[in-house]
């Protein structure tokens, strides 16, 4: 025991040297009792840090000791990630500004030891998991609705969000392409290299939501004959409530319960019947746009309303008076030097024709134009036929207003829950008003983006009330 030396070290350097005079074997029983004198300061300096790993009941575990052992807690990054997504959802904001805080603010966490530190796949996917249903306990994620969906970007119809998976896959693909670069010139990082596991980097792509049957159909159908950049502008713009966003998500996605679904899908009930006409299958198409028992109120109010949030545009565009609130109906006509606005006014004509009382007629004096819109809310099934069957409708009103009144003009169909139109909404010979904005219910959007960056202060209406989508 004479020659047995111990160094000390602090902050890696060597500072004294012991010689040990003295000590006890192996199984002494005064081990434990030296071990216990010897760890109790630590453990007193670790519990005074306050680090560690909180329980649900509060309590806070920073170490275990046992024998000769000293086991150490800390929240991991998984936590840490968790934590602050239940802290963006708790927050006041939007559904959009939701995803981005999540995006910037919670999945750092997980960004930075990414690729360094080695995470197995089941947590990662379990941690996305844990996200969806955070976000559905909060109301911002529909259980039924597609995942894939939720982390498509905003331009694509998606929710935004970006997965633990994506952001991993991303930073290993970065830090490999680094190595590499730097292997040639340098024996640790080519080691690293060498090392390296192909199948890490191999978090493979998935299938896209637009191709499933039931989450894409409605994209689909859309796609056929709508501007898509147009019609998921309300993402982008609306500033809905994230609830609000995910109920219309899921309305899209045919992911609603409705009686169709229990009884065609999940088999849980018999009758597939609409509740309240009890004719046709209780579809999302059949509720916003095809039950006769809601046609009287609900898709009259809503037609009014998206009339007239194309009203006030309109109105606004030529500096007229617009109605202060959504529910004020707007005067029969208002005029002023520029031009004559006329909502649901019948035009008289000296002969009968089929339909003369369009929604809005806006007849500009300066270039001597007038356009006729009529809105249409059909389900987005029925889009093309919607908008020709109004475009013959309005044919001889068309003929009649060019000879009477001497202009030129012009038909403008405006359409709903089925997305916009590429160029105009319908056949306009002339497009008088390039900066009214071109609507759709559950969105509003601009004519062109162009515009908008010209006004950014332009009445955009907000679909508050998700009762107007299904309703
Ligand atoms: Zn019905």
Not at 41 to 67: C, D, E, F, V, W
Not at 179 to 202: G, H, Y
Not at 281 to 299: D, F, N, R, S, W
């Amino acid at each position: 025991m004479r020659f047995w030396k111990t160094t000390l070290e602090a902050n890696g350097k060597p500072f004294a040297q012991v010689s040990i005079k003295c000590g006890i074997y192996q199984g002494d029983a005064l081990s434990p009792l030296l071990f216990c004198i010897g760890l109790n300061p630590l453990s007193q300096i670790i519990n005074k840090t306050g680090y560690g790993y909180r329980l649900r009941n509060g309590a806070t575990i920073s170490h275990l000791l046992y024998m000769d052992d000293i086991q150490l807690y800390a929240k991991s990054e998984r936590d840490k990630y968790l934590q602050r997504v239940r802290q963006v959802l708790r927050s006041q904001l939007n559904g959009k500004n939701k995803s981005q805080a999540i995006n910037s603010y919670a999945l750092p966490v997980i960004r930075y030891p990414a690729g360094i530190i080695r995470w197995p796949k089941e947590e990662i996917q379990t941690t996305d998991v844990k996200t969806r249903k955070l976000l559905t306990m909060n109301g911002g994620f529909h259980p039924k609705s597609s995942t894939l969906r939720l982390y498509a970007s905003l331009k694509e119809g998606g929710r935004g969000l970006v997965s633990v998976r994506a952001t991993i896959r991303d930073e290993t693909c970065k830090i490999h392409k680094y190595i590499k670069e730097k292997a040639p010139t340098d024996d640790v990082l080519s080691e690293c290299l060498r090392q390296w596991r192909t199948e890490d980097e191999m978090l493979e792509e998935g299938p896209s939501w637009e191709d499933k049957p039931l989450h894409g159909m409605y994209h689909r159908n859309i796609t056929e004959v709508a501007d898509l950049n147009k019609s998921y502008q309300w993402l982008e713009r609306a500033g809905l409530k994230d609830s609000t966003e995910a109920l219309i998500l899921a309305a899209q996605e045919q992911a609603l319960s409705t009686r169709a679904i229990e009884a065609q899908i999940y088999h849980t009930r018999q009758d597939p019947r609409c509740r309240l006409c009890k004719e046709a299958p209780e579809t999302v198409q059949h509720i916003t746009a095809g039950c006769k028992m809601l046609a009287g109120k609900a898709y009259m109010e809503r037609h009014n309303q998206l009339a007239g949030i194309v009203y006030r545009n309109i109105c606004a565009e030529y500096g007229l008076e617009t109605p202060r609130s959504k529910w004020e109906t707007p005067p029969k006509v208002v005029d002023n030097e520029r031009a004559k606005i006329l909502w649901d006014f019948q035009i008289q004509t000296d002969r009968m024709v089929m339909a003369n009382q369009p929604d809005i007629v806006v007849v500009d004096k300066e270039q001597s134009k007038a356009v006729v819109v009529d809105v249409a809310i059909p389900s987005n099934g029925n889009i093309r036929k919607k908008e020709h069957e109004k475009l013959e409708k309005y044919q001889g009103l068309r003929e009649k207003l060019e000879k009477a009144w001497k202009v030129k003009g012009g038909a403008c169909v405006d359409r709903s829950t089925g997305g916009c139109d590429p160029q105009t909404g319908g056949v306009a010979t002339t497009d008088p008003w390039k900066n009214i904005r071109h609507l759709s219910p559950e969105k509003c959007s601009a004519r062109n983006s162009k515009d908008t960056a010209q006004n950014p202060q332009a009445p955009w209406p907000l679909v508050e009330d998700p009762s107007l989508e299904s309703g």
